[in-house]
């Protein structure tokens, strides 16, 4: 083999393998957009960069759930094994705006009951601290996608409580649902959508939240409970509104 020849061999050797390497991130970058688009989050994202193995995310999510949604689908691609987070989520109009939609989504969650009581707290950033009690496992991950779409929460930290299930329970709500609702005084709220007095069953002990319109209606209440057959314990966090 002449000197020509081998220099031209050693020249192209590199090259070759470099647009390999190309080719290689090009194909990863086609498959992560069009997992993306398959699952309608293509605009969610702007800018999708490859390195090796390696896919950095960039763009402004509506949503910290649309965020964390696009980094797991990412991941879910052949070929990736680490994805670099540059997604930065769009910030709400204000927090008053940003709250007043926590607070809707919470009172319009379909399986949201009296027996359920479920809280928020908005930390600087848009960082919300999901807290409370919910009667089932599924209402806890439910909320959490459903507060974690709005636009604005930056980082969701989903601390709720599922209360325990059991027969007694059940039967011990009912009771209580019957007795407060069923009094002269309460009988008009439990035509309301969001009946305002919120009874959270754990085994014997009860505890009272939400808002009563004075101070005759709170001690009734409390007085209600603590005749219910099956309550041992009250907690009486009721508010005066």
């Not at 960039?58 to 965020?67: F, I, L, Q, W």
């Not at 709500?173 to 305002?196: C, V, W």
Request: charged share 25%; hydrophobic share 45%.
């Amino acid at each position: 083999m002449s000197m020509v020849a081998l220099l031209v061999i050693l020249l192209a050797a590199p090259m070759s393998g470099q647009a390999s390497g190309q080719e290689s991130d090009q194909a990863l970058e086609d498959a992560v957009w069009t997992k993306l688009k398959d699952v309608k989050l293509d605009k969610e994202v702007a800018e999708i960069i490859v390195s090796g193995d390696t896919v950095t995310l960039r763009g402004e999510p509506a949503s910290v759930y649309v965020k964390m949604k696009a980094i797991e689908v990412a991941l879910s691609v052949e070929g990736v094994t680490a994805v670099e987070d540059e997604l930065v989520v769009g910030e709400a109009e204000s927090d008053e705006a940003l709250v007043k939609e926590l607070v809707s989504k919470v009172l319009s969650y379909p399986h949201y009951t009296v027996f359920d009581d479920v809280g928020f707290q908005l930390q600087d950033g848009g960082i919300v601290v999901l807290t409370g009690y919910v009667t089932m496992g599924f209402k806890k991950s439910e909320l959490e996608e459903r507060l974690g779409r709005v636009r604005g929460v930056s980082e969701l930290k989903n601390v709720l409580e599922i209360l325990p299930a059991s027969a007694s329970d059940e039967q011990l709500r009912e009771r209580l649902f019957r007795n407060i609702y069923g009094h002269e005084l309460f009988f008009t709220y439990a035509n309301r959508t969001n009946p305002p007095i919120h009874i959270i069953v754990d085994g014997p002990n009860v505890m009272l939240t939400g808002a009563v319109r004075n101070k005759i209606e709170r001690i009734q209440a409390e007085s209600i409970v603590r005749s219910t057959f099956g309550v041992i314990g009250i907690d009486n966090r009721l508010q005066i509104n």
